[in-house]
Antibody, heavy 123, light 109 residues
Framework: EVQLVESGGGLAQPGGSLRLSCAAS????????MNWVRQAPGTGLEWVSY????????YYADSVKGRFTISRDNAENSLYLQMNSLRDEDTALYYC????????????????WGQGTLVTVSS | EIVLTQSPGTLSLSPGERATLSCRAS???????LAWYQRKPGQAPRLLIY???SRATGIPDRFSGSGSGTDFTLTITRLEPEDFAVYYC??????????FGGGTKVEIK
């Protein structure tokens, strides 16, 4: 059974940092691209960042570029999101999500999601 | 940018009844890249249908998807107690960003 379990959320001050983790199990982790997606209170889901299975291809949403860093450890079946220079607007429930398909030009279908970890940025 | 409009906003039904949810796109969705998700509070989003009509792994056959072009439907043939939730359609393609409809809440009548 595919499982994704996020951790690392909590309260941070504006300008502070947090590191989110996503522990994956039930599939060959290195074969799949992974994403971080967030949902702020009262809003829809917003894609944050993507990393390919081998870690060589990385993308960020403009809203987090230069502040967040995505990474993965395939030996540990883990995905990470280092969040620096946090802003109030980064307050959200953060999900990790697996890409169903891989390869150049493949459609971006996220088939498995974790339950999310809550990040609150407030002074 | 494709806009997805779901209807109705809320569906009040009893267990055992049939639920029919609609999703209309503002322009043709190529390759039928249309998915349906179920969302419950405190739980991970659950992929039900992709490619407009393909059931995801482990999804019961009471869930079915149909449609093409701009009009798509999710049908739940016999509602089980665990099916009362909010359902979203989503267009997926080569873009990394997410495009969801506004959702249909299926509630117990």
């Amino acid at each position: 059974e595919v499982q994704l379990v996020e951790s690392g959320g909590g309260l941070a001050q504006p300008g502070g940092s947090l590191r989110l983790s996503c522990a994956a199990s039930g599939f060959t982790f290195s074969s799949y691209g992974m994403n971080w997606v967030r949902q702020a209170p009262g809003t829809g889901l917003e894609w944050v960042s993507y990393i390919s299975g081998n870690g060589n291809t990385i993308y960020y949403a403009d809203s987090v570029k230069g502040r967040f860093t995505i990474s993965r450890d395939n030996a540990e079946n883990s995905l990470y999101l280092q969040m620096n220079s946090l802003r109030d607007e980064d307050t959200a429930l953060y999900y990790c999500a697996r890409d169903r398909f891989s390869g150049y030009g493949s459609p971006r279908l996220r088939d498995y999601w974790g339950q999310g970890t809550l990040v609150t940025v407030s002074s | 940018e494709i806009v997805l409009t779901q209807s109705p906003g809320t569906l009040s039904l009893s267990p055992g009844e049939r639920a029919t949810l609609s999703c209309r796109a503002s322009q043709t969705i190529s390759n039928n890249y249309l998915a349906w998700y179920q969302r419950k509070p405190g739980q991970a989003p659950r992929l039900l249908i992709y490619g407009a009509s393909s059931r995801a792994t482990g999804i019961p056959d009471r869930f079915s998807g149909s449609g093409s072009g701009t009009d798509f439907t999710l049908t739940i043939t016999r509602l089980e107690p665990e099916d009362f939730a909010v359902y979203y359609c989503q267009h997926y393609g080569s873009s990394l960003t997410l495009t969801f409809g506004g959702g249909t809440k299926v509630e117990i009548k």
